[in-house]
């Protein structure tokens, strides 16, 4: 996953978005919200990189032949 992504970022913003509020409101410099906000970029990218690789890539799907799609399917004996 790249850092850059919009998973990342926008993880970032949501983390950081008392920080970037602050700053709207005046209450905070913008370099204190930068910061904190890049160092969410780097945390956020961290997690979602982790939980990405527990959950590993998705597998591909068994296209379905006409062959398949014909065959026919087991039944079971009726008592």
Known sequence: MSPFSAPV?????????PALWNVIQGTTPAEVALTRYLISVVLCWMALAAV???IGPVPPAKPVTPAD??????QLPVV
Request: charged share 10%; no cysteine.
């Open 69 to 74: 799609a014909d065959a026919p399917t087991e």
């Open 9 to 17: 970022l926008v993880a970032a913003a949501l983390v950081s978005s």
């Open 52 to 54: 990405a690789m527990l």
